[in-house]
């Protein structure tokens, strides 16, 4: 029998293709996932996903679509134009950028806008300013472009915000686009307006592109606004990609809607490309999106106000701990505790043996095994010695959780 041929051997495809890195905060999730299916009372602070069931108008709206015949067959790649409309409405309510429907595509989740807007403005041995923390799907999106993803980092000390000094010193004559993101996953960080336009004004000055990642922006908290980097400075929008999408404000990850808006010669590319991969989303889901942005923003502002409320739980709980430096968050939900206190020193386990953590992996290994808490490593977001905690799950596990880690670090 003859042997089954190989996989690619396409140089920029194989090699970019086995250099991916599975998404560190879904293997987590995975792994906590797969714990409690043996039984084990494993709490997670893994995924980035709310606890909320998606509000009832919005299923309504879905169940309404599944009754419409047009719904079951192809609709235009680009997405359907109510719903196109609606986002750019969005746009201009949230973002202060007044758009054309046609510079709106609709996408498979948000990551699909990612990966869409990379692809659309990085050519080959492009350089990608990256802000450290970050988002891990990021520098594996960015490689998947050619570019060279070019860490920024910010430690805790910095609210983990970058500064355009440090933009400036990372910044070469092959620098072409930088990636902004606020509110941020994963530090829950937003930038205030002047820090925002002075970023703004950098990269107008040199022409570099941004890809702001918005899909945390109705997510802030304490009064604070998320400002938009085309609100703060409207002149950067002809070189700017705002990527959204529905999955956090109205508790709909699952539906996989996200979008991209950007300038005409930018969106008319990224179009092109979704034409041949994948075509149009899931006109239901596209509908029940209609309805989320449409509709009654009360139960997201509901859900706002829980995710504020644990918030401020989770800080206070986690700042308790010896050894654990928690920054306040100010949006998204996420907090992301410095925990280099933690590292080097020596851990009893249950069976009596002990442990000396080095690295945040690490430490989020013996935490699993220990406390069964699933946290995210900082390896995931860039350097070692922090780790991630979502904060949206339900207020009881999230306590319980929090008190297991108070109990296995009073030792």
Sequence with gaps: MTERAPLSRKPSVSKKLSAIAESATLKVDAKAKALKAEGKPVISYAAGEPDFATPQFIVDAAAEALANPANYRYTPAAGLPELREAIAAKTLRDSGLEVSPSQVIVTNGGKQSVYQAFQAVVNPGDEVLLPAPYWTTYPEAIQLADGVPVEVFAGADQEYKVTVAQLEAARTERTTVLVFVSPSNPTGSVYTADETRAIAEWALEHGIWVISDEIYQNLTYEGVKATSIVEAL????????LVNGVAKTYAMTGWRVGWMVGPADAIKVAANLQSHLSSNVNNVAQRGAIAALNGPQDEAEQMREAFDRRRRLIVDELSKIDGMVVPTPKGAFYV????????????????GSTVTPTTSLELADFILDEAEVAVVPGEAFGPSGYLRLSYALGDDQLLEGVQRLQRLFSA
Excluded: E, S
């Design 336 to 351: 992301y505790p410095d925990v280099q206190g933690l590292l080097n020193r020596t851990w009893t386990r249950r069976d």
């Design 234 to 241: 409207p002149a950067i929008a002809n070189q700017t990609i």
